[in-house]
T-cell receptor, first 115, second 112 residues
Framework: GAVVSQHPSRVICKSGTSVKIECRSL??????MFWYRQFPKQSLMLMAT?????????EQGVEKDKFLINHASLTLSTLTVTSAHPEDSSFYIC???????????FGPGTRLTVT | QKEVEQDPGPLSVPEGAIVSLNCTYS??????FMWYRQYSRKGPELLMY????GNKEDGRFTAQVDKSSKYISLFIRDSQPSDSATYLC????????????FGTGTQLKVEL
């Protein structure tokens, strides 16, 4: 199956700083990528849809100025958590669409801890 | 009411047992159905992908969709300790922009 990577796998940052998470499709081109967050023992909640070359589409309740998404190429999307606070601590997972009918393949996730 | 309901478990079974995992949904617009397996602190891994009603088998895994009842199932035969994980059902609407709606996940433990 298709492979999606994320970097870093784990990050700890201080409150008020910004953190960038990268999502890459390694063996296919993905015009669409998705960003999710997952709290402990809960399901994945879609944050935004990232389309190559255009602005991301955010889900209701997700602050677009806080969670900046850039999809500059067909294999890379980035999520920047700006001015992070402890309540932003979570597991962030990206996915990429591959093939037709399109299937979503997920990255391994990034655990963000804001102190 | 959530669009997709899934019993969170935990579900504990002995090795070799047949496991049945289920989800119900309320929106008849869902046409594509998936099962993902997620190990602790890892991203979800696609196990099964089905379209509309019917059965699909892949090795020890069988996915079943009953659209008339809005009910989907995943069966695992001859369960192994390595099957211990959280299983998430997910579904997608036709024309829904490829957005997935997930169940809460069922935590499964297969014991020796």
């Amino acid at each position: 199956g298709a492979v999606v990577s994320q970097h870093p796998s784990r990050v700890i940052c201080k409150s008020g700083t910004s953190v960038k998470i990268e999502c890459r499709s390694l063996d296919f081109q993905a015009t669409t990528m998705f960003w999710y967050r997952q709290f402990p023992k809960q399901s994945l909640m879609l944050m935004a849809t990232s389309n190559e070359g255009s602005k991301a589409t955010y889900e209701q309740g997700v602050e677009k100025d806080k969670f900046l998404i850039n999809h500059a190429s067909l294999t890379l999307s980035t999520l920047t958590v700006t001015s992070a606070h402890p309540e932003d601590s979570s597991f962030y997972i990206c996915s990429a669409l591959e093939g037709a009918p399109s299937e979503q393949y997920f990255g391994p996730g990034t655990r963000l801890t804001v102190t | 009411q959530k669009e997709v309901e899934q019993d969170p478990g935990p579900l504990s079974v002995p090795e070799g047992a047949i496991v049945s995992l289920n989800c119900t949904y309320s929106n008849s617009a869902f046409q594509y159905f998936m099962w993902y397996r997620q190990y602790s602190r890892k991203g979800p891994e696609l196990l099964m992908y089905t379209y509309s009603s019917g059965n699909k088998e892949d090795g020890r895994f069988t996915a079943q969709v009953d659209k008339s009842s809005k009910y989907i199932s995943l069966f695992i035969r001859d369960s192994q300790p390595s099957d211990s994980a959280t299983y998430l059902c997910a579904m997608r609407k036709t024309g829904g922009g490829n957005k997935l709606t997930f169940g809460t996940g069922t935590q499964l433990k297969v014991e020796l």
